[in-house]
């Protein structure tokens, strides 16, 4: 029914995964920026192009079927009841990152993250006054974890007010356990530190690994959780501003909300607004079918790697559809690793070195492409390895 090998040529739609920024990118195989390949699902298509037959796009209201989609797609999803009133909009998680600092944290109180992580966390604490701590995972035998004791201890500074966590992380490809976070939950409840959990990825999990919400351990967790929500990754939709931002705290939900009203970001575009009640109403079948593609294309890239060049090492892929490739063994710099990828391997993927020092010698793949498309980029790896 649904056919993602189709090549669509995203460059003629001024898509930025696929428009080279500087001249080392031309000619590039672009599986760098967190975005799909594939064709929006035909339900979201038809109701986009149903609501812009009618020439009038003014100011549109989010109605009760949108806050109902949200909810509906939760609970059946995920088995978490989020109330109405808990839901508030913004225009994406990254701007809900910047809020979600303006309403906890006073100007040099702390902020921690868990590196290598999304490179926004670091930029939007920083530049919206805060101070920022790292919590760096730690790479154990193919896969990372959290180092809980060294969480534990920075937790206990008492100007540490905010815990950023991504859930599934991008780009590890962790999707955390029940007991991996119900820790450090407890952790941030015995510190008084918020939780502000990114979710984006939470519709992309794979073989055994369950996506829990962290706000769904207990009432008392979600007291002290922002959950930051968004259809633009589970359905190709990274082009409209959409975010839901969950907050069951009446007073945190209170403070967030100035945030968001100090500058004026108080309304969603009518195209996110049908696009998301259409998802979440009629998406689900053409989801699963996109699950289960990446899941052959995460098998296609495990097997070319280990087979074809074992020099480069692949991490346990849970959840996201991003890969996070390491090749420190080639012993690059990541100056030179950068362009090497790109002037000899002519493949254009995230640099590892973004998402903090941790991520150095590391690259982020995006397996949301045409298989082929995929497998053309580790042959060209493959023969620029094997070039040197």
Not at 27 to 35: E, G, Q, S, T
Not at 186 to 213: K, M, R
Not at 285 to 311: C, G, K, T
């Amino acid at each position: 029914m649904y056919n993602f090998d189709g090549i669509m040529d995203r460059m003629s739609m001024d898509a930025i995964k696929a428009t080279p920024q500087h001249s080392l990118q031309q000619d590039c195989i672009p599986l760098w920026i967190a975005d799909m390949d594939f064709p929006a699902a035909k339900e979201i298509q038809d109701a986009l192009m149903q609501r812009m037959n009618i020439p009038n796009y003014g100011y549109t209201l989010c109605s009760e079927s949108y806050y109902e989609a949200v909810i509906s797609w939760m609970q059946r999803r995920h088995a978490w009841e989020v109330k109405r009133d808990w839901i508030l909009t913004t225009p994406g998680v990254i701007p809900a990152m910047a809020f979600a600092v303006q309403s906890v944290v006073k100007p040099g109180e702390k902020v921690m993250i868990q590196p290598p992580v999304y490179p926004q966390f670091a930029r939007m604490i920083q530049l919206n006054g805060a101070e920022l701590v790292t919590n760096p995972l730690k790479l154990i035998n193919g896969r990372y974890e959290i180092d809980f004791e060294d969480f534990a201890l920075k937790a206990q500074d008492p100007a540490l007010k905010l815990f950023f966590l991504c859930n599934p992380h991008n780009p590890v490809g962790r999707v955390w356990s029940r007991d991996e976070l119900q820790r450090l939950a407890d952790i941030c409840l015995e510190n008084d530190v918020i939780i502000f959990s990114d979710d984006i990825h939470h519709d992309f999990v794979y073989g055994t690994a369950q996506y829990i919400p962290i706000a769904s351990l207990s009432a008392g967790v979600s007291e002290i959780t922002i959950t930051a929500t968004a259809p633009s990754k589970t359905f190709s939709l990274a082009s409209f501003k959409m975010g839901n931002i969950i907050i069951q705290n009446e007073e945190l939900r209170k403070a967030y909300n100035v945030a968001i009203n100090r500058v004026g970001c108080t309304s969603l575009d009518v195209g996110a607004i049908k696009a998301t009640i259409a998802g979440y109403t009629h998406g689900e079948q053409w989801l699963q079918a996109v699950i289960h593609y990446l899941e052959q294309n995460n098998a296609l890239i495990d097997s070319f790697i280990a087979a074809r060049m074992p020099v480069v090492k692949t991490v346990a892929l849970e959840g996201t559809y991003l890969k996070w490739l390491d090749f420190r063994a080639l012993g690059m710099n990541n100056d030179v690793l950068e362009s090497w990828s790109l002037a000899q391997a002519k493949v254009w993927l995230s640099e590892g070195y973004t998402f903090g020092v941790e991520g150095s010698g590391f690259k982020r793949l995006n397996m949301a492409s045409s298989r082929s498309v995929v497998k053309e980029a580790l042959e060209r790896i493959e023969r620029a390895i094997h070039a040197l």
